[in-house]
Each structure stands twice: as structure tokens, then as C-alpha cells.
């Protein structure tokens, strides 16, 4: 096998995953639940909500 045939070898090789992983996340980002990223912001601001909600019934 001669040098360019196995450089246009690799060429194909990193192409090819780079679709798939490409592929791979847009299918992610598609299946993924509406709002499923908002639960990692809640637990930011869970304890002063309820601080707020407490002194609102006082």
C-alpha cells in the first residue's frame, strides 16, 4: 500500500467518526425531555425561594 492511499485511509476513518459523534449529539439533544436542563438550575435557587416564601407568610 503506498503512503497516500493509507493517509487518504485515515482521512476517511476521521471523517467517519466525526459524523457519528456529530450524529450521536444532535440525537441527544433531540430526545432529550423539555426543560430537563432547567433541574440542575433549581437547586440553585430552591432554599432561597423557600426563604422568601417564608417570610411572605409571616
Known amino acids: 500500500m503506498s503512503t497516500l492511499c493509507v493517509v487518504m485511509l485515515m482521512l476517511v476513518l476521521v471523517v467517519v467518526v466525526a459524523v457519528v459523534v456529530a450524529v450521536s449529539v444532535a440525537v441527544i439533544v433531540v430526545l432529550q425531555e423539555p426543560g430537563a436542563h432547567k433541574i440542575d438550575r433549581e437547586t440553585e435557587h ?13
Open 46 to 58: 430552591r432554599d432561597r425561594d423557600r426563604l422568601i416564601e417564608a417570610d411572605c407568610n409571616r
